[in-house]
């Protein structure tokens, strides 16, 4: 007779699972709530919000579009700053660039455009989950109801990055460490509170300086529309995040603050190596060990402004918002103190958030503009 190992049915091959799939164990408590009562009026707006802001992927976004990848990457700054990198670095005597030819700084220009997409692609599936997580772990309704529209929008990005990116410009690739330790981390984070932090305040106003930056840049209409709708949810989820946190972190420990400070810290001080994809380099034939002294010595010659202002955009998302919270001031301004020392205090009343992400809402705008014409073209009466 003979015998058969027992399965984990529902689970694939684990051939399979290493390949493509990744599994993580969530370790917070999930809160069923019999409290129905709407009790927090700006939240409650914030769904109401949500709910009639919803768009489809499939109908208002015109797929048909014709895409050509280099005049989309020639006007893409981030893009082009790692060509200048490379451009720089085949000057260098016994630089691994010293052959390169203008097709292979092309070519460049859209892998590093890929690698950029697909990590907003991996990062909205990754807050699509977190999402979810804080529908099943946050104590109050209408903070569930809220994360549930996130979850749908979340998808919803994370379907239009990956038709683009697949039917627009090729093969995507892998999430990078950064990403996809943070995310991680949030998803097994017991603390449900650490999730809404590190999405909705951290990933969120990177999104959000990341998709701006891209939006400013690019002439390409698919794209820049599908921006537009994707940074207006993003802009009301981090508002969700900074309502919902700034009156729990009221009732907060001075201990249990720090805990959040040093999260904070670590997620942005201590840690901004977030953008390594050497998988690029794989792509187009070279080892990123040979390439990177080469491109270290060339970013002391180049103009980096590019990575700066990305870092700007950052700051001014995030520290407004952090500020909101009240982390900024407890335990005697530790966390002030870390983040003038770094030099981010500059932008502390930059507009936070919650208070502008109505000025987001292209989706609004849109349909009023979309009625406004509509209005025109009815014939008169007599």
Known sequence: MTTVEPRHYGLPDDAVIQGSIRIVTDHAPRI???????????????????????????????????????????????????????????????????????????????ESFKATLSQFMHGEQGAMMVAAKIVETAPWIDAKYYASTQTTDEARHTEVFAKYLHTKLGDAYPMNPYLDGHITALLEDSRWDIAYLGMQIVIESLALASFGIMLHETEEPLLRKLLRYVMANEARHVAFGVLSLSEYYEDLTEPELKDRQEFLAENTVRNRDRTTTPEIWERLGMNFEVAAPALHEAAAKTDMSVFKNFQKGFNAKLVPNVRKLGLLDANNGHLRKLWDEAGLMKWEFADDTASDYESYDAVAADRAANQQTERSNEPEHA
């Open 32 to 110: 069923f709530t019999w409290q129905y009562d709407r009790e927090g009026d700006r939240l409650v707006t914030l769904y109401n919000k949500a709910m009639s802001s919803q768009w489809n992927s499939v109908t208002e976004l015109d797929w048909a579009a014709e895409v050509d990848p280099e005049r989309l990457v020639a006007t893409s700054q981030q893009s082009q700053g790692l060509v200048s990198l490379a451009r720089t670095a085949k000057e260098l005597p016994g630089s691994p660039f010293n052959n390169w030819n203008e097709a292979e700084f092309s070519q460049l220009g859209i």
